[in-house]
């Protein structure tokens, strides 16, 4: 592996990502590019408390004809339209080709409404009321994880139409799948074999280098969480949620850390807003271990904010053209966004 002498702000270069063991492109040098390309009308905060025609506001009926109780904190349910079924033949028509593989996966689907106000995204919400969404993510994956087959509880929330989400109301979803997905599945290798190379923990190991040089890429400390842009960053404003304390999952959680993540998740969400002054549209959700036993001692509890806009509310970047074909890139470095977020206010501009 070469050393770059040069300063990473100026050339292009790859960064290594030790977590996914892949590499990204970084050009620095481009980001003064002209732009004539889409434009997203930007969403902007909510003023409507509950929508009458909304499938997740307390009291609605949902389009499978459910009606939603009239809820006052937070509300779960099986999602009407499942992509994971529980039931599934166990074998399926044997392939008439090696090449042809396929395997019945069973699975569990459920959405968590946040809170019952319609207009409320976790930026905006009460630290105690994200406390209690937090009480529901250690309900449900507690729940699931008992279920003997199933394997992994992925938590995560689409945010904003840009990221496909299908409704403003504040929710998550849940799907609990018999088999590991690729991406936690590929961590794990990667966290199980620098243990096995190192003897200590790959996240620990890259918060403590985080931790020397915190003007870097290290957005918001709190007691018991740290935000950054991580290294490897793909997304321009990409942000890794990770624990001081290495644990796996979120049924470890102790009171206090439960308070500094929902403290945590407002601060990031935040200042995501402040950043262009809109709703800003996101993926994100949790990594935790696998819900029996496997992996479990090696995998560090963490969130992944995967927000797509770029240069302002209506410019999102695009995984195309190169991403696809050969590698992810990006161009303003981790360091320049950590540093935009990190001089933003940490009160919401919509008040
Ligand atoms: P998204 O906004 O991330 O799509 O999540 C909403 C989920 O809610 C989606 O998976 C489910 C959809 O299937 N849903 C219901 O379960 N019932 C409904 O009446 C509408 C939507
Ligand atoms: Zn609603």
Redesign the pocket.
Known sequence: MAVVSQPLDSIPHRRYNPLLREWILVSPQRTQRPWQGEKTAPSTVQAVHYDPTC?LCPGNA???GVRNPEYTGVFAFD???PALLPDVPADVKPASSPLLIAEPERGRCR?LCFHPDHSLTLARMEVLDIVRVIEAWIVETAALSELAWINHVQIFE?RGAMM????PHP?C?IWATEHIPDEPLRELASLQSYREEHGSCLLCDYISTELAHPEARIVIENEHFIALVPYWAVWPFEISVLPRRHFGSFVELSASEQISLAEMLKSVTTRYDNLFEVSFPYTMGFHQSPAHGQGRDFMHFHAHFYPPLLRSAEIRKFMVGFEMLGMPQRDITAETAAARLRALPDQHYAG
């Open positions: 499938y949902r389009s499978g999602n009407d339209f959405v689409n496909g989400a299908s409704n929710h979803q």
